[in-house]
Protein backbone atom coordinates (compact mmCIF):
# COMPACT_ATOMS: atom_id res chain seq x y z
CA UNK A 1 0.00 0.00 0.00
CA UNK A 2 1.30 3.51 -1.04
CA UNK A 3 1.88 6.40 1.15
CA UNK A 4 -1.49 8.57 -0.09
CA UNK A 5 -3.68 4.93 0.17
CA UNK A 6 -2.33 4.33 3.63
CA UNK A 7 -2.91 8.16 4.92
CA UNK A 8 -6.46 7.48 3.35
CA UNK A 9 -7.17 4.73 5.00
CA UNK A 10 -5.87 5.88 8.26
CA UNK A 11 -7.81 8.91 8.06
CA UNK A 12 -11.36 6.29 7.22
CA UNK A 13 -10.52 4.63 10.52
CA UNK A 14 -9.80 7.62 12.48
CA UNK A 15 -12.56 10.37 11.21
CA UNK A 16 -15.74 10.25 10.08
CA UNK A 17 -15.93 13.95 9.91
CA UNK A 18 -13.04 14.51 8.02
CA UNK A 19 -12.49 11.48 5.71
CA UNK A 20 -15.33 12.26 2.63
CA UNK A 21 -14.00 16.46 2.63
CA UNK A 22 -10.74 14.75 2.58
CA UNK A 23 -11.08 12.13 -0.11
CA UNK A 24 -13.03 14.07 -2.78
CA UNK A 25 -10.61 17.11 -2.85
CA UNK A 26 -8.55 17.34 -6.21
CA UNK A 27 -4.78 15.78 -6.58
CA UNK A 28 -2.39 18.03 -4.43
CA UNK A 29 -4.73 19.57 -2.51
CA UNK A 30 -5.90 16.21 -1.03
CA UNK A 31 -2.34 15.30 -0.29
CA UNK A 32 -1.88 18.48 1.51
CA UNK A 33 -5.06 18.34 3.73
CA UNK A 34 -4.60 14.58 4.62
CA UNK A 35 -1.17 15.30 5.62
CA UNK A 36 -1.96 18.14 7.71
CA UNK A 37 -4.78 16.55 9.17
CA UNK A 38 -2.88 13.78 10.26
CA UNK A 39 -0.14 15.57 11.52
CA UNK A 40 -2.61 17.44 13.92
CA UNK A 41 -4.29 14.03 14.48
CA UNK A 42 -0.99 12.76 15.58
CA UNK A 43 -0.58 15.24 18.25
CA UNK A 44 -3.82 15.22 19.25
CA UNK A 45 -3.77 11.53 19.80
CA UNK A 46 -0.59 12.17 22.40
CA UNK A 47 -2.70 14.96 24.14
CA UNK A 48 -5.29 12.29 24.82
CA UNK A 49 -3.52 9.38 25.84
CA UNK A 50 -4.74 8.65 29.04
CA UNK A 51 -1.34 6.24 29.66
CA UNK A 52 0.88 9.29 29.46
CA UNK A 53 1.00 11.53 32.28
CA UNK A 54 0.85 15.49 31.46
CA UNK A 55 4.78 15.81 31.75
CA UNK A 56 5.39 13.13 29.45
CA UNK A 57 2.49 14.57 27.17
CA UNK A 58 4.99 18.11 26.74
CA UNK A 59 8.31 16.94 26.53
CA UNK A 60 6.85 14.54 23.75
CA UNK A 61 4.80 17.07 21.77
CA UNK A 62 7.45 19.93 22.51
CA UNK A 63 9.98 16.76 20.53
CA UNK A 64 7.61 16.86 17.71
CA UNK A 65 7.48 20.75 17.64
CA UNK A 66 11.70 20.66 17.48
CA UNK A 67 12.33 18.11 14.78
CA UNK A 68 9.43 19.42 12.25
CA UNK A 69 11.47 22.82 12.56
CA UNK A 70 14.56 20.39 12.20
CA UNK A 71 13.24 19.28 8.58
CA UNK A 72 15.37 19.85 6.21
CA UNK A 73 15.29 16.87 3.76
CA UNK A 74 13.56 13.65 3.30
CA UNK A 75 15.89 11.55 5.91
CA UNK A 76 14.53 14.23 8.59
CA UNK A 77 11.42 13.12 8.20
CA UNK A 78 11.96 10.00 9.92
CA UNK A 79 13.38 11.74 12.72
CA UNK A 80 9.85 13.58 13.12
CA UNK A 81 8.49 10.80 15.16
CA UNK A 82 11.88 9.21 16.45
CA UNK A 83 10.94 9.95 20.21
CA UNK A 84 7.88 8.28 20.43
CA UNK A 85 9.46 4.50 19.77
CA UNK A 86 9.65 3.80 23.14
CA UNK A 87 5.94 4.05 23.71
CA UNK A 88 4.48 2.33 20.41
CA UNK A 89 3.32 -0.18 22.80
CA UNK A 90 0.76 3.20 24.43
CA UNK A 91 0.12 5.72 21.46
CA UNK A 92 -1.72 4.65 18.21
CA UNK A 93 -0.13 4.27 14.34
CA UNK A 94 -1.34 7.49 13.30
CA UNK A 95 0.42 9.42 16.21
CA UNK A 96 4.34 6.94 15.35
CA UNK A 97 3.75 7.74 11.40
CA UNK A 98 3.82 11.53 11.76
CA UNK A 99 6.86 11.50 10.52
CA UNK A 100 5.20 9.49 7.30
CA UNK A 101 2.36 11.83 7.21
CA UNK A 102 4.12 14.99 6.92
CA UNK A 103 6.32 13.67 4.49
CA UNK A 104 3.28 13.47 2.29
CA UNK A 105 2.65 17.36 2.15
CA UNK A 106 3.45 18.85 -1.72
CA UNK A 107 6.64 20.54 -1.55
CA UNK A 108 5.73 23.97 -2.38
CA UNK A 109 3.08 24.21 0.95
CA UNK A 110 5.15 21.43 3.15
CA UNK A 111 6.62 23.82 5.01
CA UNK A 112 3.27 25.41 6.16
CA UNK A 113 2.21 22.75 7.45
CA UNK A 114 5.32 21.90 9.48
CA UNK A 115 4.94 25.33 11.06
CA UNK A 116 1.45 25.08 11.65
CA UNK A 117 2.20 21.59 13.16
CA UNK A 118 5.28 22.82 15.15
CA UNK A 119 3.20 26.03 16.78
CA UNK A 120 -0.06 23.35 17.78
CA UNK A 121 2.36 20.76 19.08
CA UNK A 122 4.03 24.19 21.62
CA UNK A 123 0.26 25.25 22.28
CA UNK A 124 -0.14 21.67 23.60
CA UNK A 125 2.64 21.20 25.40
CA UNK A 126 1.46 24.55 27.48
CA UNK A 127 -2.25 23.13 28.02
CA UNK A 128 -0.96 19.83 29.04
CA UNK A 129 1.37 21.37 31.74
CA UNK A 130 -1.53 23.38 32.76
CA UNK A 131 -4.10 20.09 33.13
CA UNK A 132 -5.95 22.40 30.35
CA UNK A 133 -7.65 24.40 32.89
CA UNK A 134 -9.99 26.71 31.66
CA UNK A 135 -11.29 29.04 34.49
CA UNK A 136 -12.89 32.17 32.33
CA UNK A 137 -14.31 32.28 28.69
CA UNK A 138 -10.84 34.17 27.89
CA UNK A 139 -9.13 30.64 28.65
CA UNK A 140 -11.55 28.98 26.43
CA UNK A 141 -10.89 31.08 23.47
CA UNK A 142 -7.17 30.92 23.92
CA UNK A 143 -7.74 26.89 23.90
CA UNK A 144 -10.32 26.63 21.00
CA UNK A 145 -7.59 29.02 19.17
CA UNK A 146 -4.50 27.05 20.07
CA UNK A 147 -6.03 23.29 18.93
CA UNK A 148 -8.45 24.40 15.93
CA UNK A 149 -8.90 28.34 15.02
CA UNK A 150 -5.13 27.68 13.98
CA UNK A 151 -6.15 25.44 11.76
CA UNK A 152 -9.08 27.43 10.60
CA UNK A 153 -6.21 29.90 9.37
CA UNK A 154 -3.62 26.58 7.68
CA UNK A 155 -7.12 25.39 5.93
CA UNK A 156 -6.97 29.39 4.16
CA UNK A 157 -3.62 29.23 3.67
CA UNK A 158 -3.91 25.96 1.67
CA UNK A 159 -6.65 27.47 0.06
CA UNK A 160 -5.28 30.21 -1.18
CA UNK A 161 -1.99 27.82 -2.43
CA UNK A 162 -4.16 25.78 -4.51
CA UNK A 163 -6.60 28.39 -6.62
CA UNK A 164 -6.22 31.53 -5.03
CA UNK A 165 -9.51 31.32 -3.25
CA UNK A 166 -9.49 34.37 -0.67
CA UNK A 167 -10.92 34.14 2.35
CA UNK A 168 -12.10 35.79 6.00
CA UNK A 169 -9.40 35.07 8.19
CA UNK A 170 -11.13 36.11 11.54
CA UNK A 171 -14.31 33.84 10.37
CA UNK A 172 -11.76 31.38 9.52
CA UNK A 173 -11.04 31.29 12.61
CA UNK A 174 -14.30 30.87 14.20
CA UNK A 175 -14.29 28.01 11.83
CA UNK A 176 -12.11 25.93 13.84
CA UNK A 177 -13.57 27.40 17.22
CA UNK A 178 -17.03 26.29 16.30
CA UNK A 179 -15.87 22.64 15.49
CA UNK A 180 -13.80 22.06 18.36
CA UNK A 181 -16.78 23.88 20.53
CA UNK A 182 -19.11 21.19 19.68
CA UNK A 183 -16.58 18.91 20.07
CA UNK A 184 -16.13 19.89 23.82
CA UNK A 185 -19.45 19.43 24.18
CA UNK A 186 -20.29 16.37 22.76
CA UNK A 187 -17.05 14.90 24.92
CA UNK A 188 -17.86 16.35 28.27
CA UNK A 189 -18.15 12.96 30.00
CA UNK A 190 -14.55 11.70 28.35
CA UNK A 191 -12.84 14.47 29.31
CA UNK A 192 -13.96 14.29 33.11
CA UNK A 193 -13.55 10.42 33.15
CA UNK A 194 -9.88 11.07 32.74
CA UNK A 195 -9.84 14.61 34.92
CA UNK A 196 -10.32 17.16 32.39
CA UNK A 197 -12.95 19.98 31.53
CA UNK A 198 -13.06 22.57 28.84
CA UNK A 199 -16.28 24.44 30.64
CA UNK A 200 -15.41 27.77 32.13
CA UNK A 201 -16.22 27.80 36.07
CA UNK A 202 -19.93 28.92 36.64
CA UNK A 203 -20.94 27.81 32.91
CA UNK A 204 -23.65 25.69 32.11
CA UNK A 205 -24.62 23.78 29.13
CA UNK A 206 -26.62 26.38 27.65
CA UNK A 207 -23.26 29.24 28.41
CA UNK A 208 -21.48 26.45 26.48
CA UNK A 209 -24.03 25.90 23.80
CA UNK A 210 -24.53 29.53 23.04
CA UNK A 211 -20.79 29.96 22.87
CA UNK A 212 -20.55 27.48 20.05
CA UNK A 213 -23.85 28.61 18.39
CA UNK A 214 -21.75 32.44 18.06
CA UNK A 215 -18.53 30.86 16.30
CA UNK A 216 -20.80 28.52 13.98
CA UNK A 217 -22.73 31.84 13.16
CA UNK A 218 -19.07 33.18 11.82
CA UNK A 219 -18.33 30.09 10.63
CA UNK A 220 -21.19 30.41 8.27
CA UNK A 221 -20.36 33.67 6.78
CA UNK A 222 -16.97 31.74 5.73
CA UNK A 223 -18.32 28.83 4.28
CA UNK A 224 -21.23 31.21 2.29
CA UNK A 225 -18.52 33.82 0.91
CA UNK A 226 -16.26 30.63 -0.02
CA UNK A 227 -16.49 30.42 -4.02
CA UNK A 228 -19.37 27.95 -5.61
CA UNK A 229 -17.74 25.04 -6.69
CA UNK A 230 -14.74 25.36 -4.94
CA UNK A 231 -12.50 22.45 -3.36
CA UNK A 232 -12.59 24.65 -0.16
CA UNK A 233 -16.77 25.10 0.12
CA UNK A 234 -16.66 21.05 -1.09
CA UNK A 235 -14.48 20.34 2.06
CA UNK A 236 -15.73 22.74 4.42
CA UNK A 237 -19.34 21.88 4.08
CA UNK A 238 -19.15 18.98 5.75
CA UNK A 239 -17.75 19.56 9.28
CA UNK A 240 -19.73 22.86 9.11
CA UNK A 241 -23.06 21.09 8.62
CA UNK A 242 -22.08 18.09 11.07
CA UNK A 243 -21.06 20.68 14.19
CA UNK A 244 -24.83 22.30 13.63
CA UNK A 245 -26.53 19.04 13.25
CA UNK A 246 -24.50 17.51 16.45
CA UNK A 247 -25.31 21.09 18.33
CA UNK A 248 -29.01 20.79 17.22
CA UNK A 249 -28.92 17.43 18.52
CA UNK A 250 -27.52 17.54 21.72
CA UNK A 251 -29.57 20.30 22.64
CA UNK A 252 -32.90 18.11 22.02
CA UNK A 253 -30.78 15.30 24.44
CA UNK A 254 -29.56 13.32 22.24
CA UNK A 255 -25.37 12.18 22.91
CA UNK A 256 -24.41 13.00 19.06
CA UNK A 257 -25.46 12.19 15.66
CA UNK A 258 -26.13 8.92 14.88
CA UNK A 259 -24.38 7.31 11.57
CA UNK A 260 -27.94 7.45 9.70
CA UNK A 261 -28.22 11.27 10.80
CA UNK A 262 -24.42 11.97 9.57
CA UNK A 263 -24.68 10.58 5.96
CA UNK A 264 -28.08 11.84 5.79
CA UNK A 265 -26.59 15.36 6.10
CA UNK A 266 -23.68 14.78 4.46
CA UNK A 267 -25.65 13.66 1.39
CA UNK A 268 -28.08 16.65 1.48
CA UNK A 269 -24.59 18.76 0.18
CA UNK A 270 -22.66 16.49 -1.64
CA UNK A 271 -25.07 13.52 -2.81
CA UNK A 272 -21.80 11.40 -1.24
CA UNK A 273 -23.12 7.89 -0.17
CA UNK A 274 -21.67 5.70 1.29
CA UNK A 275 -21.98 1.50 1.22
Known amino acids: MNLQNRALETLKQTSRTFYIPIVRLPGELKDAVASAYLCMRAIDEIEDTPELDNHTKAELLRGISQRMQEVTDMEAYARIGADLACYNNVLPEVSLSIGEWASLAPETIAPRIWDATAAMADRMAYWAEHNWTISTEADLD ?134
Open 142 to 275: RYTFSVAGAVGLLLSDLWAWYDDTKTNRQYAIAFGRGLQAVNIIRNQREDFQRGVSFIPEGWTNTDVQDYARRQLKQANLYVEALPKGSPALGFCQIPYILAQGTLDAIALGKPKLSRYDVLNLVEKVTNFKSA
